[in-house]
């Protein structure tokens, strides 16, 4: 009877411990999916980081009219790697009267899409000097290895963005790591980046006046981001999204 009366207590004593601290321990998602403290970047950096590391030097690559950062920014690229995203996003219309209108009569030819790696190939060509075997063998390496294909990287997506749109994806990030998320578009409007919780909080925004933009968080819990590029420009802009 006295073993009885003591298993009960325990039981009764336990019930009672997992009522009171239950909640208690149910983390609350009802907020901001950022965590304060930052998360340990990667040694050497992500492949995220990595991407963003080369379209800034391209960006340096076509201001200064350099072919060979360019090239260097196609290897580096190529060195990268991707691994194309297979979900599809949502596009949509800039809301109105927060981002500029397509100027009247502002239009660009439709051309194909192309891969990142021959664009910048393709921009290192016309800078260069007429006759440069140099820069012409450069970029003819980085073509036949690039061709052979590299280990996967980032999770990335290829997106033809049209004047005054944006274009969502979810993606889904791990407490306590590092999320990341880079774009680089075609150089020729103006692309920002924005990055939405799971509860509609705007956790990263990057809105430089150019297409090469970058956000990193931590997120407190494992959970689903809303990831935003907008063209503020008046014609189309092809814009590789990269996230890890």
């Not at 999916?33 to 930052?38: F, I």
């Not at 109105?96 to 009247?104: F, I, S």
Request: aromatic content about 4%; charged content about 20%.
């Amino acid at each position: 009877m006295r073993m009885k009366r003591v298993g009960a207590i325990l039981a009764a004593g336990v019930s009672t411990l997992v009522l009171a601290t239950g909640p208690a321990l149910a983390q609350d998602r009802s907020g901001q999916n950022s965590a304060a403290v930052e998360a340990q970047a990667v040694a050497g950096g992500s492949g995220v980081a990595r991407f963003d590391a080369a379209m800034r030097l391209a960006e340096i690559g076509r201001e200064a009219r350099d072919p060979v950062l360019l090239v260097a920014a196609a290897r580096a690229v190529a060195l990268v790697g991707r691994t194309p995203g297979t979900d599809e996003g949502q596009t949509g219309e800039a809301p109105a009267g927060t981002k500029p209108r397509p100027a009247q009569g502002a239009t660009r030819a439709e051309t194909p899409a192309q891969d990142l790696v021959a664009q910048l190939l393709g921009e290192a060509r016309l800078l260069a000097p007429a006759g440069d075997e140099t820069v012409a063998a450069l970029i003819a390496e980085t073509e036949q290895s690039a061709s052979r294909g590299t280990v996967a990287g980032p999770h990335t997506h290829d997106v033809r963005l049209l004047a005054n749109r944006y274009y969502d994806t979810i993606e889904t990030f791990t407490a306590g790591r590092l999320a990341e998320a880079a774009i680089a578009g075609d150089g020729d409007t103006d692309v920002d980046l924005e990055v939405y919780d799971q509860n509609g909080n705007l956790l990263c925004s990057s809105l430089s006046s150019d297409d090469t933009e970058y956000c990193g968080w931590t997120p407190a819990w494992t959970g689903q981001f809303r990831i935003r590029i907008t063209n503020l420009g008046w014609v189309y802009n092809d814009v590789r999204l990269a996230v890890n």
